[in-house]
């Protein structure tokens, strides 16, 4: 009853209100009203008051929507509209009416709890844990190995867990909480399991999922005696105990930091990026329009299933942006997002992982 | 009434070959999304069940060629066109209401250049209004329009209604900051305006398409002026115990050219409902926000003298930190559920006049509203936002909480109220608007509006577009 009320709340809200137009990517990248926060909450409105109905035409838009936060970000009323729509797409899901897309990539998350590839399970224990993800065990590995070795730098004897395991975030996100809770469930098992109490979060997916969605959209609280720590922030904190190898030659000056996508969910890792980003390029990166509390997520979130279509177009819009301001190469941390930018990518622009870079650079820990 | 058959195909078929059919929707979820702007009429018919007028298809050109084409095929079949920006305008100017074409102009939102040298920048007109100050921001520079929209209107809708922004007092409204258009007239024409507007080179045509909402041609492209990003914004709050010498100070600051970026001036109604909610200052009077920007030492200098002059009226100074905290929650009041929304019926009858007449006209307004429409328990609230050398804007707003449920009865009283508010407007030498122009909203007022000037009005509209074919309805062409 509380989360239809929620859903109600914010379409009603969203419906007529055009606030977040400037950061809204989806409408920006299609150019189209009914893709924009207004138009996906006036069609879900209308639905409910049996103007429309779910068809190829309005399931459409429903569908459009990535789920990375912008519009929420930009709201001065904090209106919930991704939440409202997982909420419409769960509705819809449960009529059978969810597009084949959606279902296979659901299917595939109750059959191997990942949806891009496999799981595998922590068994070591320690204090501290790396949660790799779903994406960072199957999609860009180098990340989750780059990433552990700068933690060994550091002194830190950091488990691995949720090795291929969706957080929760996709199948909430296409529509299926009861997954998302089985999945959530899950994740907070092994951490328990393996007796972690600080967990350190590779990707912004996973860490928007352990500190907000679970709360706000599957009712599921997060243990208390277990530390979420956003990896870039960790990092960035060591940054004063890195001794680097200096750079052979001149710096080009010409990489840009690529904020990755759920980013705006996250502001306190702004700066954070940027430090490592200086210590492992040697310059302050360039900026990109689509930056920091504006910046576009790219098609690693649910939207790949539900629209790839827009997912794809998302992606090469962040590149089309790194290569209008002069870059020859981009840095991210998020291994979702480097894996959308590197399979996008289709021009001479570099694309390179942060803590790849950064690791590259490390002399020693001191 | 839907339209159907081989001709609506045809015409598909045509519109697909000029932009390509993934840029043409006959959708019906987008035709539902465009058939309303932010007109409260059209949201209220949708919130109560109803369907309004849906246009027949939506269109996304690219450039001007395109949208010329798109033009000239409208001319064949005899379809309205209605020239699309961010769908923001509060006035029905950009609805469908004979169906037609929405000529969705976002795809259109290139900068084509920022020159630094002369401060202007020029860019398509579906540019996002946001977006665009962004990159200006970039070069130090600012396009000093900050209306209410920008985060969702375009350049094209700045400008087709005459738009006006929260700095207007210094800066001018939109108009004022254009030095050149590139405009696609009814027929297809495309043509650019001289390259400069302060000339001797004959009469000030361009001016024609600035307010004509679409009805005479399509804004593809603009080159706008510019400013420095100011070094500093001095901002204070003060309250007047009386409104009238709240508006004679802001008179004498502005008579005086003390050149104030803002004078924000609420109504002691709207000071007690508005800026408590929104601010949460509670205060019996009248609040004024007072800016001055630009160079510190001036700026500085500007503020003393203009306290001077408030301070001969008794106003209380309320300090620094009321005029930032409006400044940076300005937009806030335009966020739901803060701001006005449905099931409330609520409608801004904003109007300018020259000083010698607006307070007369805000209390004959408020008189004429409020007695009129007593057993609706109807608020009138207002504030005075956009000053100039003669006169300013006032900012006068209805809101009936418990409006009639049956939405064809809303449509009556909401007309009634308008029709009541218009009059006093009218009868007491305003102007029928100020900034969010005429759409179809004041239609039926711009011929009492303009009196014996009308006919040549209408003539132009015929010569320039005489299959009626652009934005047909608006801007009081067809009443």
Known sequence: ??????????????????????????????????????????????????????????????????DG??????????????????????????????????????????????????YEPANEQGEWGLFVGDAGFNLSRETMHAALQLLEACGLDVVPVGCGLDSGFIPCS????????????????????????????????????????????????????????????????QVPNFKMIPLAGTADNATAYVDPTHAVRLPGRFDAARTLCEVALGYTPLELFWRQDRAHPVGSTAIQFTRPDIGVRLTEARLEDAVNRGAQSIVCDDPATLHELRLRNKSNLRVQGLYETLLARLARHS | MEWTGLQPEMVRSELSEIVGDAHVSTDDADRLVYATDWFWLPQMWLDRGETPRKPDYIVRPKNAEEISAILQVANAYRIPVIPWGGGSGSQGGALPVFGGIILDTKRMNRIIEIDEKSLTVTAEA???????????????LMLPHYPA?????????????????????????????????????????ILRTPIVPQHAAGPDFYRLFLGSEG??????????????????????????????????????????????????????????????????????????????????????????????????????????????????????????????????????????TTYDKIEKLY???????????????????????????????????????????????????????????????????????????????LSRFMRRQYGDAWPLLERIKKTLDPNGIMNPGKVGFGH
């Open chain 2, 126 to 140: 579906g540019i996002n209004g946001k977006q665009l100050e962004w990159a200006v921001n970039e070069k130090g």
């Open chain 1, 69 to 118: 936060g912008n519009c929420r970000a930009h709201c001065v009323t904090d209106q919930p509209l991704p939440a409202a729509i997982a909420a419409i797409r769960a509705e819809v899901a449960d009529k059978g009416l969810a597009p084949p897309e959606v279902v296979r990539a659901h299917d595939r998350i109750v059959e191997n709890h990942s949806v891009f590839g496999s």
């Open chain 1, 174 to 237: 296409l529509g299926y909480p009861k997954t998302a809770r089985a999945q959530a469930s899950l994740c907070i098992e092994e951490v328990q399991r393996t007796s972690i109490k600080k967990l350190l979060v590779l990707s912004p997916q996973d860490l928007f999922a352990f500190r907000q969605m679970y709360r706000e959209r599957l009712d599921i609280t997060w243990p208390e005696e277990i530390v979420i720590i956003d990896l870039v922030d960790f990092l960035a904190g």
């Open chain 2, 215 to 352: 009805t005479f041609g399509v804004i593809t492209e603009a080159t706008m002026q510019l400013d420095y990003l100011p070094d500093c914004r001095l901002l204070r709050a003060v309250l007047f115990d009386d409104l009238t010498n709240a508006i004679e100070a802001g008179r004498q600051i502005m008579t005086r050219r003390l050149d104030p970026f803002v004078i924000r001036l609420y109504d002691p109604r709207s000071t007690a409902s508005r800026v408590k909610k929104i601010l949460g200052y509670e205060l019996e009077g009248a609040y004024m926000v007072l800016g001055f920007d630009g160079d510190k030492e001036i700026a500085a200098l500007q503020e003393e003298k203009a306290m001077d002059i408030i301070n001969g009226f008794g106003a209380r100074d309320l300090g620094r930190e009321p005029g930032e905290a409006w400044w940076n929650h300005r937009y806030d009041f335009y966020y739901p559920p803060q701001s006005l929304k449905l099931p409330w019926m609520y409608g801004t009858t904003e109007t300018v």
């Open chain 1, 1 to 66: 009853m509380q989360q239809m009320n929620t859903v109600i709340g914010a379409i009603e809200n969203c419906r007529f209100c055009l606030m977040c137009r400037h950061v809204a990517p989806v409408g920006h990248i299609t150019h189209n009203e009914s893709v924009t926060p207004h138009g996906i909450a006036l069609v879900a409105a209308m639905q409910r008051r049996g103007q429309l109905t779910w068809d190829t035409s309005t399931l459409s838009v429903l569908y459009a929507e990535p």
């Open chain 2, 149 to 189: 929209s920008a985060n969702c209107a375009t350049l094209g809708g700045y400008l087709a209604p005459r738009g006006t922004g929260t700095i207007s007092t210094k800066y001018g409204k939109a108009e004022d900051l254009v030095l050149r258009m590139q405009v696609v007239l009814p027929d297809g024409h």
């Open chain 2, 363 to 441: 209390f004959a307004e408020k008189k004429a509203v409020e007695e009129g429409f007593k057993e609706w328990d109807i608020d009138f609230i207002g504030h005075f936002s956009h000053w100039f050398h003669w006169g300013v804007m006032v900012y006068t707003r209805f809101i009936i909480r418990n409006p009639p449920d049956d939405a064809k009865e809303a449509v009556r009283l909401h007309n009634r109220v308008w029709n009541t508010a218009m009059t006093a407007v009218l009868e007491n030498g305003g102007m029928v608007n100020e900034h969010h122009g005429v759409g179809l909203k």
